[in-house]
């Protein structure tokens, strides 16, 4: 398609306080969009959205809360009055062996990615129906190939993946287009976080050229932009991540073959390994939640 300009488009983008999401509000500003910003770390989103070139706001919200969502949308469209775009980038992850993972932290990686991605659809449907407007799912490389370490991200992406292309297929007669961003590991909180560990920042680097590279984050939120500019249904974050699609069919076998002798090498060090969420974006869940049980 061609692009849409982005001047007087209202952009929501979750996850909005650190990483993908900040630098992506921060673009989509800078081009003249009006952005939302959305997550769980209020002070934060504040700072990002006085710092923005445009008109924009923000909203405390979980994401996997439906209520609170749908409270969001019906704000940001009494705000702004439209929602043309939504990107749907909040997202948690933990590593770690899964007979070991703790099951609490497991289980939230899917709440967040894969469940919260879906609450933010149902929110936002309604209003990007009215605007003929772009959902944009922000998915990763662990969509298309699986890895030893990661159960619970992985699962969550491939979910999400599938999820967002079946509801492309369900909303197009209405006029919203639905997106999936690829992403490989790109320099993040959560992909610093991740490296924290030397068991998986050693796999990590053990992987075959180019998917054992960490990326810079501002190239990879600058093909997203393009991509949201040309309501895509498919973005990469990484040129090398097109390629992926056609082989994606052959990769959980190999990496079940090769997945094993990795982990026999590395099985005297996993005991003990941290189970819980990583990075700065997964302490802040992890303490929104611990206050709200409060």
Same mark, same amino acid.
């Given at each position: 398609?061609?692009?849409?300009?982005?001047?007087?488009?209202?952009?929501?983008?979750?996850?909005?306080?650190?990483?993908?999401?900040?630098?992506?509000?921060?673009?989509?500003?800078?081009?003249?969009?009006?952005?939302?910003?959305?997550?769980?770390?209020?002070?934060?989103?504040?700072?990002?959205?006085?710092?923005?070139?445009?008109?924009?706001?923000?909203?405390?919200?979980?994401?996997?809360?439906?209520?609170?969502?749908?409270?969001?949308?019906?704000?940001?469209?009494?705000?702004?009055?439209?929602?043309?775009?939504?990107?749907?980038?909040?997202?948690?992850a933990? /590593?770690?062996?899964?007979?070991?993972?703790?099951?609490?932290?497991?289980?939230?990686?899917?709440?967040?990615?894969?469940?919260?991605?879906?609450?933010?659809?149902r929110?936002?449907?309604?209003?990007?129906?009215?605007?003929?407007?772009?959902?944009?799912?922000?998915?990763?490389?662990a969509? =298309?190939?699986?890895?030893?370490?990661?159960?619970?991200?992985?699962?969550?992406?491939?979910?999400?993946?599938?999820?967002?292309?079946?509801?492309?297929?369900?909303?197009?007669?209405? /006029?919203?287009?639905?997106?999936?961003?690829?992403?490989?590991?790109?320099?993040?909180?959560?992909?610093?976080?991740?490296?924290?560990?030397?068991?998986?920042?050693?796999?990590?680097?053990?992987?075959?050229?180019?998917?054992?590279?960490?990326?810079p984050?501002?190239p990879?939120?600058?093909?997203?932009?393009?991509?949201?500019?040309?309501?895509?249904?498919?973005?990469?974050?990484?040129?090398?991540?097109?390629?992926?699609?056609?082989?994606?069919?052959?990769?959980?076998?190999?990496?079940?073959?090769?997945?094993?002798?990795? =982990?026999?090498?590395?099985?005297?060090?996993?005991? /003990? =390994?941290?189970?819980?969420?990583?990075?700065?974006?997964?302490a802040?869940?992890?303490?929104?939640?611990?206050?709200?049980?409060?």
């Open positions: 398609m061609s692009k849409v300009s982005l001047e007087g488009q209202v952009a929501v983008v979750t996850g909005a306080a650190r990483g993908v999401g900040e630098l992506l509000a921060r673009k989509l500003s800078a081009r003249g969009a009006k952005v939302a910003l959305v997550g769980l770390e209020e002070e934060a989103l504040k700072e990002v959205s006085e710092r923005l070139h445009s008109e924009s706001a923000h909203w405390y919200a979980d994401v996997t809360d439906h209520e609170a969502m749908s409270r969001v949308a019906q704000e940001v469209k009494d705000r702004f009055g439209k929602v043309d775009i939504v990107v749907a980038n909040a997202g948690v933990s /590593g770690g062996p899964f007979a070991d993972s703790d099951p609490q932290a497991w289980r939230r990686v899917i709440e967040v990615n894969l469940i919260g991605s879906a609450v933010t659809a929110a936002f449907l309604p209003v990007l129906t009215e605007s003929r407007g772009y959902l944009l799912q922000i998915a990763s490389l969509a =298309m190939t699986p890895a030893p370490m990661m159960t619970a991200y992985c699962a969550s992406k491939s979910g999400v993946e599938a999820y967002a292309h079946s509801l492309r297929a369900e909303v197009g007669h209405q /006029g919203v287009r639905v997106g999936v961003a690829y992403l490989s590991w790109t320099d993040t909180d959560m992909v610093r976080g991740a490296d924290q560990d030397d068991v998986m920042r050693e796999l990590r680097q053990r992987l075959p050229w180019p998917s054992n590279k960490t990326y984050l501002g990879a939120v600058d093909r997203i932009v393009a991509g949201i500019e040309r309501r895509s249904a498919h973005v990469y974050g990484q040129w090398w991540l097109r390629g992926m699609q056609g082989v994606r069919g052959y990769l959980p076998a190999l990496i079940g073959t090769v997945g094993q002798r990795e =982990m026999r090498r590395f099985a005297p060090r996993l005991h /003990g =390994m941290s189970s819980g969420l990583v990075g700065a974006g997964g802040a869940d992890e303490e929104a939640r611990a206050t709200h049980r409060n």
